[in-house]
T-cell receptor, first 109, second 114 residues
Framework: KNEVEQSPQNLTAQEGEFITINCSYS?????LHWLQQHPGGGIVSLFM???GKKKHGRLIATINIQEKHSSLHITASHPRDSAVYIC???????????FGKGTLLTVNP | DAGVTQSPTHLIKTRGQQVTLRCSPI?????VSWYQQVLGQGPQFIFQ???????GRGNFPDRFSARQFPNYSSELNVNALLLGDSALYLC?????????????FGQGTRLTVV
């Protein structure tokens, strides 16, 4: 079993829909990261969370430390949101990210 | 200010050859990490370097090696290339803290081994 599990693996939505991507982890962490990867490979950090909730524009990330679960929400989705969204966790003083496999999001116009 | 830069962006090598990938971190970042991402999978941790010393190593064979230079740039070397080494190699830089440190990624080097 992977240390970081994401669901769903693939998600197709219509423009304007509310999107939720889930992440569960099985190890102790100091922070959880949500990242976005577009075709071509570059990864962009969206959020880094250690507790509670963060919001940036149409993106919202929440984490429940007790349940070892995090969600990424996208409100009013747009075709430009189409990308792979990856959950990763870090822990300890040795900075190492352990990644989930990613969720491929396709938003159709 | 420039972000994390990696070179080359694409590379094709033959089985058995050796390859060197390069990474320049964001100015002021002293920690560099390398990740391998095969198609359809999340990135896998290869190495972390901080202040020119290896601070962490993932589950990769000894064919993989890396180093960090005084200017904090880094090189990843892979010897005796195998077809399975074909992947996107990502470099991330950070200001190391107690784990709660945001990582900044380069665009990656796409290596194809034929």
């Amino acid at each position: 079993k992977n240390e970081v599990e994401q669901s769903p693996q693939n998600l197709t939505a219509q423009e304007g829909e509310f999107i939720t991507i889930n992440c569960s982890y099985s190890v102790g962490i100091s922070a959880l990261h949500w990242l976005q990867q577009h075709p071509g490979g570059g990864i962009v950090s969206l959020f880094m969370l250690s507790s509670g909730k963060k919001k940036h524009g149409r993106l919202i990330a929440t984490i429940n430390i007790q349940e070892k679960h995090s969600s990424l929400h996208i409100t009013a989705s747009h075709p430009r949101d189409s990308a792979v969204y990856i959950c990763a966790v870090s822990g300890g003083s040795n900075y190492k990210l352990t990644f989930g496999k990613g969720t491929l999001l396709t938003v159709n116009p | 200010d420039a972000g994390v830069t990696q070179s080359p962006t694409h590379l094709i090598k033959t089985r058995g050859q050796q390859v060197t990938l390069r990474c320049s971190p964001i100015s002021g970042h002293k920690s560099v990490s390398w990740y391998q991402q095969v198609l359809g999978q999340g990135p896998q941790f290869i190495f972390q370097y901080y202040e020119k010393e290896e601070r962490g190593r993932g589950n990769f064979p000894d064919r993989f090696s890396a180093r960090q230079f005084p200017n904090y740039s880094s090189e990843l070397n892979v010897n005796a290339l195998l077809l399975g080494d074909s992947a996107l190699y990502l470099c991330a830089s950070s200001i190391p803290g107690q784990g709660n440190t945001e990582a900044f990624f380069g665009q990656g080097t796409r290596l194809t081994v034929v």
